[in-house]
Structures are given as structure tokens and as C-alpha cells.
């Protein structure tokens, strides 16, 4: 019985380390801090942008996919993201985030399907932001944790990579480019 529990807490124990030192979550702001090209929400979050993106379940397989017309625009130091999603199925889905920039390279940002406030911070060629969404209905209205990194890359395409979670446990991955929209 003892080396059942001795092998139970060693699972265990394997199971945190490898999360807090060697996973998507292990990522810290200050890791990029010195990657360039430098990322600018005004710059980078502003105009017709296209996205395009995977939505994968819990067991790792393809769940979704989407196109998104973008649209930033910029009044000082507070912003307007507004998103227009099409989905593989054909269902439609209009969100709109709201900026505010901070000190430090730190913003908050709300959205209606977000509860509270966002919290997110430029650091070199990257933008972390946390928050708790709000499923639509149709999706089973869960409120799951976000980790939202996005990734500035040498020609402009931001990589948009998240975590979304419950209880702790990831339940979807979204992985999404997003980059200055030719056609509009």
C-alpha cells in the first residue's frame, strides 16, 4: 500500500513539474522580452485584418475551423478589435474586444462574452493576456480559463495560439494566424 501511494504522489508530483516548467503554461512574458520585431497592439491590432484557425477538442482532434474578418482602430490609448467569424459548420458569430493600454506595456480588455476584465502585457515580439470566457449556448455556456499568447513573426503574421481550460484541465487548444487583409 505504501509503495502504491509512493508512486501515486511521484505521478504526481512528474505531472506539476512538467506543467509549471515544461508546457505552454510554463511561458512567461519576461521570456520574450528581448525577441523582436517589436509587438505594438496600436501597429499590429489596427486595420482590416484576416484570420484564419483550428479549434481542437480535448483529445487533441480538430473540432472547428474559421475564417475572421478583423477590424482595429485606435483612439488614443484605447482600441476597438472587432471580430466576424465564420465557422466550418456556417455558423456566424460577431465579437467585439474593447483595449485600453496600460503602464508597462500592460492593457485590460473587455468583451461581452468575457467575464470581469482581461489582463494581458506586451513583452518583445509577444502579447499574453488571461481572462474567463463565456461559451455561446450552443457550445454548452461554460466559463473556461483563457491563456492567449500571440506571436509576432519577421512578416508581419501574428501566430495566435491559446489554452482554454476547466478546473484546470485543458478542454480546447485554438491555433490562428492573423495578418494585415489585402481585399480590404
Do not use: C
Not at 522580452?33 to 483529445?59: N, Q, V
Not at 480538430?62 to 490609448?77: C, I, K, L, P, Y
Not at 466559463?143 to 478546473?167: A, F, H, P
Request: hydrophobic fraction near 40%; glycine fraction near 10%; avoid cysteine.
Amino acid at each position: 500500500m505504501k509503495l502504491l501511494i509512493a508512486l501515486l504522489l511521484f505521478g504526481f508530483a512528474v505531472i506539476v513539474v512538467k506543467t509549471m516548467f515544461f508546457s505552454f503554461r510554463a511561458q512567461s512574458p519576461a521570456d520574450y522580452a528581448d525577441t523582436a520585431p517589436a509587438f505594438s497592439l496600436k501597429t499590429h491590432l489596427s486595420g482590416p485584418i484576416l484570420s484564419e484557425g483550428l479549434i481542437y477538442g480535448p483529445d487533441g482532434r480538430v473540432t472547428s475551423r474559421f475564417t475572421a474578418q478583423m477590424h482595429g482602430t485606435w483612439e488614443g490609448d484605447t482600441g476597438t478589435l472587432s471580430e466576424a467569424f465564420t465557422y466550418s459548420t456556417g455558423r456566424k458569430q460577431n465579437r467585439k474586444w474593447f483595449l485600453t493600454l496600460g503602464p508597462d506595456n500592460s492593457f485590460t480588455a473587455t468583451a461581452d462574452d468575457i467575464v470581469g476584465t482581461a489582463r494581458g502585457v506586451v513583452s518583445g515580439a509577444t502579447v499574453r493576456m488571461d481572462y474567463k470566457i463565456i461559451l455561446p449556448p450552443e457550445a454548452g455556456g461554460h466559463v473556461l480559463t483563457v491563456t492567449d499568447w500571440l506571436y509576432l513573426t519577421d512578416n508581419g503574421v501574428i501566430l495566435n495560439r491559446s489554452e482554454l481550460r476547466k478546473y484546470g484541465f485543458k478542454v480546447a487548444e485554438l491555433l490562428a494566424t492573423m495578418r494585415p487583409d489585402p481585399e480590404r
